[in-house]
Nanobody
Framework: QVQLVESGGGLVQAGGSLGLSCAAS????????MGWYRQAPGKQRELVAA???????NYADSVKGRFTISRDDAKNTVYLQMNSLKPEDTAVYYC???????????????WGQGTQVTVSS
């Protein structure tokens, strides 16, 4: 059973930074793509960033240049560094595990429980 445990959410002022972590267990972490999604109240869950098993990344246009996804295969952990945060970044952020090495044309097969990120103006 794959388990994903997020940490690092919280309250921050606009322009500030936060880092999220997602520790995975029960999976051969190194052969799976990973991602971060978010869901704001009243909106659909959307992809924020994803990273393949080999380290290639993809970002939503709204976060390009501000957010960075990375992974540490030795720690079975994926990170999301969020800089220059805006109030519209406020959402519950979910860690996602993909069945395959890539996120291209793929959907997550496991989700974390979510962590709240709130950006005040």
């Amino acid at each position: 059973q794959v388990q994903l445990v997020e940490s690092g959410g919280g309250l921050v002022q606009a322009g500030g930074s936060l880092g999220l972590s997602c520790a995975a267990s029960g999976t051969r972490f190194t052969i799976h793509a990973m991602g971060w999604y978010r869901q704001a109240p009243g909106k659909q869950r959307e992809l924020v960033a994803a990273i393949t098993s080999s380290g290639s990344t993809n970002y939503a246009d709204s976060v390009k240049g501000r957010f960075t996804i990375s992974r540490d295969d030795a720690k079975n952990t994926v990170y999301l560094q969020m800089n220059s945060l805006k109030p519209e970044d406020t959402a519950v952020y979910y860690c996602a595990h993909y069945l395959s090495r890539t996120f291209v044309s793929a959907s997550p097969n496991y989700w974390g429980q979510g962590t709240q990120v709130t950006v005040s103006s």
